[in-house]
């Protein structure tokens, strides 16, 4: 497996300058371990193996949305070193997503259920 090398593997931010994440809304998030340290498990046969941290991982994952009234889990998946995920933040109260553009449904109808792309559940 290649090493990271922070002067070769970078990335520009794609966030946009200004916009508050903490809106409601559907976002694509990607936590990194530190260093990009392999700490969550590792690749076989091409399928991801979870050791005993990416499974502590998973856990918190799911726990997130029992904890956080706010929020709703969809598809995600854990990486040797990284996690992706779709998060649903639903504030109740964001007047951003009142009126007549189409944006009034809150989050929960949306009934997402967390899916991990390794189960295919």
């Not at 070769?8 to 260093?35: A, E, L, M, N, P």
């Not at 340290?37 to 590792?42: P, V």
Request: net charge positive; glycine share 6%; aromatic share 8%.
């Amino acid at each position: 497996m290649m090493k990271y090398n922070p002067e070769h593997h970078h990335r520009r931010s794609i966030r946009i300058q200004g916009y508050d994440y903490s809106k409601t809304g559907i976002y694509f998030v990607t936590i990194c371990t530190h260093q990009r340290q392999c700490l969550f498990g590792e690749i076989r046969n091409e399928k991801m193996i979870l050791n005993q941290i990416g499974k502590i991982v998973t856990q918190e994952w799911l726990k997130s949305a029992e904890i956080r009234q706010e929020i709703v889990l969809d598809e995600w998946i854990i990486m040797p070193n990284h996690l992706h995920g779709i998060v649903g933040i639903d504030k109740k109260d964001d007047n951003d997503f009142k009126g007549d553009n189409n944006k009034g449904a809150s989050l929960h109808w949306c009934q997402l259920k967390p899916k991990c792309l390794l189960t295919k559940d």
